[in-house]
């Protein structure tokens, strides 16, 4: 059984920065793992921040954070970072990392619905 623990929010200044770790857990070996960050404000939908493959290049953005944001893996440590630079205050949000096993074939990556784990969230709260 996957299991996601992500940590590393906090609450910071506009214009500030956070890193957010996602410690995996139970990956079988040799798998392929899409892993994805999302957030979700009060109110709002939960929204597709970032995607990377485990051991591979491709990344993913949403344009609300293209440029802002960047993801990146430690596939020895099994752990995905989300490095949140010029933070904003509509990026405050709980954080989760999420991840499928596997390809996704003629999904997208934003759909939270593709996922198969997830991890309990971590907030963050930038200020004005």
């Known amino acids: 059984q996957v299991q996601l623990v992500e940590s590393g929010g906090g609450s910071v200044q506009a214009g500030g920065s956070l890193r957010l770790s996602c410690e995996a857990s139970?990956?079988?070996?040799?798998?392929?793992?899409?892993v994805g960050w999302f957030r979700q404000a009060p109110g709002k939908e939960r929204e597709g921040v970032a995607a990377?493959?485990?051991?591979?290049?491709?990344?993913y953005y949403s344009d609300s954070v293209k440029g802002r944001f960047t993801i990146s893996q430690d596939n020895v440590k099994n752990t995905v970072y989300l490095q949140m630079n010029s933070l904003k205050p509509e990026d405050t949000a709980m954080y989760y990392c999420?991840?499928?096993?596997?390809?996704?074939?003629?999904?997208?990556?934003?759909?939270?619905?593709?996922?198969?784990?997830w991890g309990k969230g971590t907030q963050v709260t930038v200020s004005s």
């Open positions: 990377i493959y485990t051991g591979g290049k491709s990344t």
């Open positions: 999420a991840a499928l096993r596997g390809i996704l074939y003629g999904g997208s990556w934003r759909n939270s619905l593709n996922y198969n784990y």
């Open positions: 139970g990956y079988i070996y040799s798998s392929t793992y899409l």
